[in-house]
């Protein structure tokens, strides 16, 4: 499903109120993407070092690191656009930090499902997102997807730990719902909050057409995480 | 100073015990960067955790990154010896874990010179054992040395700290003199433990000769960190 493409010119042509509005949208996404890349580098480089062997450190590490490089991209692309990139994640700190602490993995494979469920979602957010954003961010976001390697391995290790104790599957059944619900309820918030974000995921309308917008988009994100979550062999 | 080049055949002809020695050797250096690497990404990245602002964050949090990258090109090279990464980090894996937990930074500060004398001392290592690998493996190190963006950034967040509260000086300048103790310290235990390293490090002599070659070459180290203490305008 194809979600409504913004109707505007892509070459800046034009200025004025709406063209600031796009700008100061695009900014807003570049900054919240940079804020959970970032973020993201830290909680798995901390998740990486409690791995049971060096060969584990070393696949979420792997991880880690392709995180802080999308962040690098990201932060370019702000500096290009005139933005100040640590203002521009600012508005962001306090939804991602949230999400965060909410979902402080308890143990190893905890951490291992986050990592990927918590992928899942953002990979599926950029594609989303890379259909409404002016180039060359549009662009840009496209490369961070082709560029992502993927948890691939967790699927082994989860269904590794689930055959060895069938009864990990429910404990990481309900951490799986708990992170999802998480992740879209945090995203809710800077949704409500950043009206000037929600203008960039939805074509012009009358009054609600975003939240109706941004609920279907939800909805394809949940959708889309319940599958990867059969994928591990778990309910969702 | 030139350190002594070990007399061998680089093109692996000379098989048989010595050649058996010189790959153990190999291995052996390459498993204890590796370790090395692999243990700075994860202090480093903890580190960036607790950066003051989101801009040193990344700073940091770039100067581990590199250290991720360096490990993944050792742990190709020990491969392509047909080394297995794990077993060859494996017996490094006590020294360098205890002069993490006995140089574990009080502050910001702390951990920022941390950062900059060890890249100092591991870059000087480097640039020691370069001259005294086999090829591929002197070429594997060199271009990491010329990749080595460097802690540069430390400088002035030091002198500027220095600065404001000169009494901050006295108590770095103590870290240093703890920090590049307990590396060399280190480096000791592993030299007399593993002596198909320092074997590697040494021209063939005479009983003793590889230690006072050993010790030569931590005078070296020691000299050049007095002389990047001086550039902190820290007293080493």
New interface residues.
């Given amino acids: 499903m194809t979600p409504p493409r913004l109707s505007r010119s892509s070459d800046g042509a034009d200025r004025g109120g709406a063209r600031g509005e796009t700008l100061q949208a695009e900014i807003d996404l570049l900054g919240a993407l940079a ?1 959970g890349e ?1 973020t993201g ?2 909680r798995l ?2 998740h ?2 409690k791995a049971p ?3 584990q ?2 696949e979420v ?2 991880l ?2 392709e995180e ?2 999308h ?2 991209l990201l ?1 370019e692309r702000l500096r290009e656009l005139g933005a100040d ?2 203002g521009a ?1 600012r508005p962001f700190v306090a939804a991602v930090d949230a999400y965060h602490e909410r979902t402080t993995p308890n143990d190893w494979l905890e951490g291992l499902l986050k990592a990927y469920v918590g992928e899942g979602i953002a990979t599926d957010f950029y594609r989303e997102v890379a259909a409404f954003a002016p180039e060359p961010t549009r662009d840009l976001v496209v490369r961070l997807l082709d560029e992502t390697s993927g948890a691939e391995f967790v699927v082994g290790a989860v269904l590794e730990a689930t055959e060895r104790d069938p009864r990990v599957a429910g404990r990481l059944a309900l951490w799986g719902r708990r992170l999802v619900g998480e992740a879209l309820s945090q995203a809710q918030r800077v949704a409500a909050d950043r009206s000037s974000l929600t203008t960039l995921l939805v074509e012009g309308g009358g009054a609600g057409t975003d939240l109706v917008a941004i609920g279907k988009m939800f909805n394809r994100l949940t959708e889309n995480h319940v599958r990867r979550m059969l994928r591990l062999g778990l309910t969702a």
């Fill in positions: 804020y970032l580098f830290l480089s901390a990486a070092d062997t060096l060969e450190t070393a590490g792997a880690a690191v802080f490089h962040y690098q932060v990139p640590q994640m």
